[in-house]
């Protein structure tokens, strides 16, 4: 099976701060990595694919990058709404693992 | 627009069997992928299993093989999981999915439903 290593587990930050997170794979996978953000008591939501393609209606705060193990979600400034947590997903091979998840906490 | 509808989800003793059905709506069920997720308490999340659109595919997450079984009516648009040998480490919200792709065996999870709460405990 495929590990994701997601760094941090939780941050503090402030509105308007630059926000990066870190998926790492323990193999490579391509650019089969999806972002999803997930709020208190609510289903994720889907804000990238493809390792860097923005989901439709996503702000363009939000910007991936990577490939092969090695990827990234960036938020250039940090927005209020943005408060959630952040996990990662590979789906290049059976089972799909999630990476384990970043909080963003407000500082 | 897509709406998934999860239930089925309660109390259960451990060892005891439970199934949970997602009902779907806003698209044509028949031609996707479906999976389930779940979500521990306050944990992360766990990708648990996917349906193909005819439903000839299955695959299962390490934790959940053997004891879980998906299926699916394309005919009244419902996904099921029948769990069974139910473990307190099964606790968790269950959210079934829409996959990304038409006609795939699976790529990954799209739409969400809002999840069904499934706790398992003597």
């Known amino acids: 099976d495929i590990q994701m290593t997601q760094t941090p587990s939780s941050l503090s930050a402030s509105v308007g701060d630059r926000v990066t997170i870190t998926c790492r794979a323990s193999?490579?996978?391509?650019?089969?990595l999806v972002w999803y953000q997930q709020k208190p008591g609510q289903a994720p939501e889907r804000l990238i694919s493809?390792?860097?393609t923005l989901q439709s209606g996503v702000p363009s705060r939000f910007s991936g990058s990577g490939s092969g193990a090695e990827f990234t979600l960036t938020i250039s400034s940090l927005q209020p709404e943005d408060f959630a947590t952040y996990f990662c997903l590979q789906h290049n091979s059976f089972p799909l693992t999630f990476g384990g998840g970043t909080k963003v906490e407000i500082k | 627009q897509v709406q998934l509808v999860e239930s089925g989800g309660g109390v259960v003793q451990p060892g005891k069997s439970l199934t949970l059905s997602c009902t779907a709506s806003?698209?044509?069920?028949?031609?996707?992928?479906m999976h389930w997720v779940r979500q521990a308490p306050g944990k992360g999340l766990e990708w648990v299993s996917v349906l193909s659109y005819h439903g000839r595919n299955r695959k299962y997450g390490d934790s959940v093989l053997g004891r879980f079984t998906v299926s699916r009516d394309n005919a009244n648009n419902t996904l099921y999981l029948y769990m069974d040998s139910l473990r307190s480490e099964d606790t968790a919200v269950y959210y079934c999915?829409?996959?990304?792709?038409?006609?795939?065996?699976?790529?990954?999870?799209?739409?969400w439903g809002q999840g069904t709460l499934v706790t398992v405990t003597s």
């Open positions: 193999q490579g996978i391509r650019n089969d």
């Open positions: 999915a829409r996959d990304f792709l038409l006609f795939a065996s699976g790529s990954y999870p799209d739409h």
């Open positions: 806003g698209f044509t069920f028949s031609n996707y992928a």
């Open positions: 493809a390792a860097s």
